[in-house]
Structures are given as C-alpha cells and as structure tokens.
C-alpha cells in the first residue's frame, strides 16, 4: 500500500518540483514503484517529465472534477518504475468550480484511493499557495517532505508551515506529519547557509533529512529535456543527491509490502 507523501511549502522557489521530480525518479530506481501527481496548475512536473501542458489529454483536471477514473488519466515516462499523473492549467480553475461542492477538501483523497495498491510510494507536487489544491493535498497525504533553502525567509516560512499543519490535523487529516525537511540549493561555504541550517536542524531535530541537496547546474537544465537528472546525467552531484535521499526516504518510511 502506498505511502503519500506531499512535497509542499509554501513559499515558491525552494525546489519543490525539482524534488518531486528527481526523488520520484529515484525511487523508481531504487525498484520502489512509484506516481507522481502533479497538483500544480504550472504543471512543471509535468512538463519536466515529458508531457507538456498544452497538449489536449485526460489530466488531474478532469480526476478532480469526478469526470476521469484515476486509472484513465495515468501516464508511462523514460523511467522505469515511474508513473505520471498530470496537471494542466485548468486546474487553476477548481478553487471557484468546487467551491459549493460537498467534500471539495477530499476530492484527491478518494481520487488516489484505488491507485494505492499499485505503488509503493506517490508523490504529490503542490502548488506554493494555501488554496483548494494545496489543501487536497495535505488532506490525502500522510506525511509532508519540506524543501527549505537555507536563507533567513526560511525561517520565517516555518511558521506558516506549522500553522498549516495544525490546521489541517484539526480539521481534516489527524495523522498528518513531516515524514522530513530537506535542504535545497545548500552552499555550505556561506555563513548564511551553515547558520540557517543550524537553526532549522535545532528546530526540527531528527526530521531534518542528513542528505542535502546542493546548488547544481544539471539539476536545473534536466527539465528542459523532460527528464530527471538521473536519465539527463547520472553522474552529476544533483543526481547523486537525490539518490541518496531516496535511499534515506526508503529507510524512514518502509513502504508496505504491494498488493498482489
């Protein structure tokens, strides 16, 4: 049974896509099988993998809406092991079309439901805003991954975090937790960085990921090409990171045998 983890945060620019991406990949690698959903109305996860937004296709719009089974909006990728559930921008949409609808927070929750069995893990790349999506999110998951770069607006981020997942465990999701926190875009010759860290690690003790992800250009063009860093150029540091940090999330969350 699948383990759902929601990479979020709420201030844009962290590497969250980035993180869906490449740690979705490499769990794949690691022979774990796994789904990526991507809830942002950008649809950058998407178009990093591959499926660019413009293109007419059965999408989580439609999933959301009650107009497409999961199982009919999933797409192969050039990894194996990988599955894609795509976004396109008409989702930015469903915060007004769902606003009168009943159980509008839980629409993803029931949608991922009967895709749990198959994967062992399934990422969620939210949107950085608080809004109906980001919500459905944090309603579905069981735990939060949270990208930080190690800058002061970081700290201030962590408040509204905190003040979010209170929120949601009152109302919608008890069990919600933060699986981790992960450091991205760290350049630990800056005082800045290495102090920030040391903020965040006393803040948030054991749940602070030892992998950290560190500034690098592979990361960044691998996208262009619709393809996580690992099938764009397996020997970056970037890729090697993210590897390390599949092998660190395998370890903490020990999926469930899959149903057979």
Same mark, same amino acid.
């Given at each position: ?32 099988? /796994? &789904? #990526? ?5 950008? !649809?950058?996860?998407?178009?990093? @993998?591959?499926?660019? +937004? $413009?293109? %007419? *296709? ?24 990988? /599955? &894609? #559930? ?5 989702? !930015?949409?469903?915060?007004?079309? @769902?606003?009168?609808? +009943? $159980?509008? %927070? *839980? ?25 109906? &999506? ?6 579905? !998951? ?39 926190? &992960? ?78």
């Amino acid at each position: 049974m699948a383990r759902i983890l929601a990479i979020t945060n709420q201030k844009g620019g962290v590497g969250k896509t980035t993180t869906a991406i490449n740690l979705a990949a490499s769990l794949a690698a690691a022979e774990v099988p /796994t &789904l #990526l959903v991507d809830c942002d109305p950008q !649809a950058n996860a998407s178009s990093g @993998l591959g499926v660019p +937004p $413009e293109v %007419e *296709r059965p999408n989580l719009y439609h999933g959301l809406r009650g107009e497409a089974a999961a199982e009919t909006l999933l797409l192969p990728t050039a990894m194996e092991g990988l /599955t &894609l #559930l795509p976004a396109s921008r008409d989702l !930015a949409g469903l915060n007004l079309e @769902l606003v009168h609808e +009943p $159980e509008r %927070e *839980r629409r993803l929750q029931a949608l991922l439901a009967p895709l749990r069995p198959r994967f062992g893990f399934i990422l969620l790349d939210c949107p950085p805003a608080l809004d109906l &999506l980001n919500l459905n999110a944090l309603v579905a !998951a069981d735990a939060l991954i949270v990208p930080l770069q190690c800058e002061y607006f970081a700290l201030e981020g962590v408040a509204h975090l905190v003040r979010t997942l209170e929120l949601v465990r009152a109302h919608w999701n008890p069990a919600l937790e933060i699986a981790g926190v &992960l450091f991205t875009q760290l350049d630990e010759r800056t005082h800045l960085s290495r102090q920030v860290a040391a903020e965040l690690r006393r803040h948030f003790g054991e749940r602070v990921f030892a992998t950290a992800i560190p500034r690098n250009v592979r990361l960044a063009e691998a996208p262009s090409h619709g393809l996580p860093a690992l099938l764009y150029d397996l020997k970056s540091r970037g890729a090697e990171a993210y590897l390390q940090l599949a092998h660190e999330v395998i370890q903490r969350e020990h999926p469930a045998p899959l149903q057979t």
